[in-house]
């Protein structure tokens, strides 16, 4: 009975260092920012999806002549190719690849005048500091003449007091 207790122990202490590490793995910045972008990325597909089905290939379609691209089909004996629903597919993968594309170029776009900013930023902060620097210098400089009066004065009274 003992040696039961002992191994319930030891698999619920296994369990609990386990799921402690799964809430840490979880809680991490890194996962949930991917799970957002999953669930972002899947309702962004659907959109895109749905302009290539409803809107550029009906469109695409009348310009050609009137084909509808998802009934397009070679059958081979008991096989059916559809290569309409292929060509949409393909499709849907450009728009997305061309709306990441843009989307990338405008979030660097925004990443270089931030950076833009902050070396702006820096260098006025570099033309304060040396503008402190001269000013703590100045002060320096007179205390340093300041202390020098005050001890020729002292040698002043010395001598006379001698």
């Known amino acids: 009975m003992k040696n039961k207790n002992v191994k319930k122990?030891?698999?619920l202490n296994k369990?609990?260092?386990?799921?402690?590490?799964?809430?840490?793995?979880?809680?991490?910045?890194?996962?949930i920012d991917l799970a957002v972008g999953v669930i972002i990325g899947t309702a962004f597909g659907k959109i895109v999806s749905s302009i290539v089905n409803d809107i550029l290939m009906p469109i695409i379609g009348?310009?050609?002549?009137?084909?509808?691209?998802?009934?397009l089909s070679i059958k081979i004996g008991n096989a059916k190719i559809t290569y309409g629903i292929f060509i949409q597919n393909v499709i849907d993968f450009l728009i997305v690849a061309i709306c990441i594309f843009v989307l990338i170029k405008f979030i660097e776009k925004i990443s270089r005048k931030?950076?833009?900013?902050?070396?702006?930023?820096?260098?006025?902060?570099?033309?304060?500091?040396?503008?402190?620097i001269l000013l703590l210098e100045e002060i320096r400089d007179l205390l340093k003449n300041q202390k020098e009066q005050n001890e020729n004065v002292n040698e002043n009274i010395n001598e006379n007091e001698q």
Do not use: M, P, W, Y
């Open 9 to 11: 122990d030891e698999i």
């Open 15 to 31: 369990g609990n260092k386990l799921l402690t590490e799964f809430k840490e793995f979880i809680a991490r910045g890194n996962v």
């Open 62 to 71: 009348a310009i050609i002549g009137g084909i509808d691209f998802s009934g």
């Open 114 to 132: 931030k950076d833009k900013a902050e070396e702006v930023v820096e260098t006025v902060e570099e033309v304060k500091k040396d503008e402190q």
